[in-house]
């Protein structure tokens, strides 16, 4: 019996545990759900968060193939459009949007009058003109989708882009290996040597981030201006050669992730400690290069004090920043040019962040949150 009774024992256990294990999807069930509904909550507010801050990017790409006619006229469409012409006995008539015995047809407006016009059938035109009893000014015009691409062309020449470009160009490059040159062999001595001040003086360097820009104005422009460099790149460059406290700060706290005990092999190898900078710190440290050279790329392509302060004399020498906003003084009657020409300047950076997104943001979240 008693065995029995244990067999009956080991019989119902299968079956308690299954039941336990249903009772437990069942009350898994309502939490997956819950989950999936926050879910798609959280996604679906993203979505809109992401197209509402796209919304005018959106705007100025269809204000850039439109054309002037439809930007000035009110009532027309969002996208791009013209108006529907019909061509007849020579003459290029506009199709309005007649309402006639209950219905819109739209008809071609061939001779317009105060109180009554006459119209002509694009779909049979050898029919008799048929007259319309009204203000032709209170017809809505027929549109049709017509992207205006020559906006880009125009801008290409009006503004001398290519010109514009290799300028803006060579300065972000010099500009940028100026700064990595000069942040790498500072921040490498703040992160790795030893000597007295040095906590000093790296507060001193974070500290001038704190100085307002507008206090050396006046004073670099003087020691520019002495020097004979105003009209020149030299002050939009050299400066880069002399680091930043930003950059410094960035490159310093990549340099402190990496264990010293690398550096003290490479040292026991015979190795320098610019040999050791050059084969140890910084094949691991690319991330944080990528990312302070697309903050220098960014900054000297938005640049616009600068180059308005030292260039505005040499045409020849100026960058896309301030030849757009000279073009913009010039064709403010046009915005469908100005915001074709926006677009064409913001292509390079957003190309160039797209293309090292991974590394960039690796360097600032090392950079910002690990140390």
């Known amino acids: ?47 809109l968060a992401v197209a509402a801050f796209l919304s005018p990017m959106l705007r100025s790409f269809t204000y850039a193939i439109k054309s002037t006619d439809q930007i000035s006229q009110a009532g027309t469409p969002l996208y791009p459009a013209d108006p529907v012409t019909f061509e007849y006995q020579g003459t290029e008539l506009p199709i309005l949007l007649v309402p006639i015995d209950g219905t819109t047809r739209p008809l071609a407006l061939f001779e317009p ?145 990496i264990p010293t005990e690398m550096d003290e092999a490479a040292a026991i190898d015979g190795a320098g400690p610019f040999r050791t900078l050059w084969s140890v710190l910084l094949p691991q440290s690319i991330p944080v290069i990528v990312a302070v050279a697309i903050f220098h790329l960014v900054y000297t392509w938005n640049d616009y004090f600068g180059p308005v302060l030292y260039l505005s004399g040499t045409p020849d020498l100026q960058t896309v920043a301030l030849g757009l906003s000279r073009f913009n003084g010039i064709h403010f009657r046009d915005p469908g040019l100005i915001q074709a020409g926006t677009l064409m300047t913001l292509i390079i950076p957003v190309v160039a962040f797209l293309l090292t997104q991974r590394f960039f943001t690796r360097g600032l979240v090392v950079t910002g949150i690990d140390k």
Not at 16 to 35: F, I, L, Q
Not at 221 to 239: E, H
């Open 113 to 257: 009058g105060r109180k009554q016009s006459t119209f002509i059938d694009p779909a049979n035109p050898g029919a008799a003109p048929i007259l319309w009893v009204g203000s032709w000014r209170t017809l809505e015009n027929q549109w049709q989708f017509a992207p205006h691409w020559d906006n880009f062309a125009k801008v290409w020449d009006l503004i001398d882009y290519p010109r514009l470009l290799f300028n803006t160009v060579m300065i972000a490059i010099i500009g940028t290996i100026g700064t990595l040159l000069s942040c790498t062999l500072v921040a490498y001595g703040f992160a790795r040597f030893q000597f007295p001040g040095r906590n000093l003086l790296f507060t001193l360097l974070i500290a001038t981030i704190f100085l307002p820009a507008a206090v050396t104005i006046i004073p670099t422009y003087t020691i520019f201006s002495k020097l004979g460099w105003v009209g020149t790149w030299l002050p939009l460059l050299v400066p880069t050669f002399f680091a930043n406290a930003f950059d410094v700060f960035l490159m310093r706290q990549y340099f402190m992730t």
């Open 1 to 47: 019996m008693a065995t029995l009774e244990g067999n009956a024992e080991a019989r119902d256990i299968p079956v308690v545990r299954r039941r336990s294990k249903a009772r437990a999807s069942a009350d898994r069930g309502p939490r997956v759900r819950g989950d999936g509904r926050r879910s798609f909550l959280l996604t679906l507010i993203a979505v």
